[in-house]
């Protein structure tokens, strides 16, 4: 019972440090992202894998409600993204919709990983494919990930790091805070026009 409990301490002792070490000033740049897309009538295209895909449905709710951004995700739709599987295969999951959306300059991709895909390893080559089309399309390219030189941080161009304080709890903690930072997101002042419920 001790061991768990030490466990556990441990686990949210590191989530306070991670806290404390976020990137703000990265942030602000995203926040004002965000602004200067919502003036020109942008949208906001959320991809994730796995558990980020979670967060991405979530994204969209919020962004949506309470920011009112147009924002799509194309991992809501269970029977495109299924249909887009069985014909294009895994790779091209994503890209479909995005091609058919008309993704353009006007908009912004938000790529929500752990990883953020490694092309070498066959990793998130959906993410990737997204991103190298946002990047020919002219859009901008924004991100949260929970490692650094993935293919997400190196042709984004604005990804926050996770800080990574340990490796066996990567995931978890970048799952987590990306759902703690689209929430700091969502509430700032700037960007929220409707209050929550509660």
Sequence with gaps: MRKNKKN?????????LISQKIDLPKLEKIVKLILNLRKRSGRLFFVGVGGSAANCSH???????????DTL??????AELTANINDEGWENSILNYLKISKMNKNDILFVLSVGGGNLKKNVS?????????????????VGICGKENGYLQKKGDVVLIVPNINNSLVT???ESFQ???????VS????????TKW
Excluded: W
């Excluded at 494919?129 to 901008?140: E, G, L, P, Q």
């Excluded at 700032?188 to 209050?195: A, E, F, G, S, Y």
């Design 125 to 141: 080559v959906n993410l990737i494919k997204s991103i190298k089309f946002a990047n020919k399309n002219k859009t901008k390219v």
């Design 8 to 16: 556990l301490n441990l686990f949210f002792d590191q989530i306070s």
């Design 73 to 78: 995700t194309p991992l809501d739709n269970v």
């Design 188 to 195: 700032d002042p700037r960007l929220q026009i409707k209050n």
């Design 59 to 69: 994204a969209v709710n919020d962004f949506r409600k309470l920011c009112g951004i």
């Design 172 to 174: 978890p903690y970048s």
């Design 179 to 185: 759902s703690i930072i689209l929430h700091s997101l």
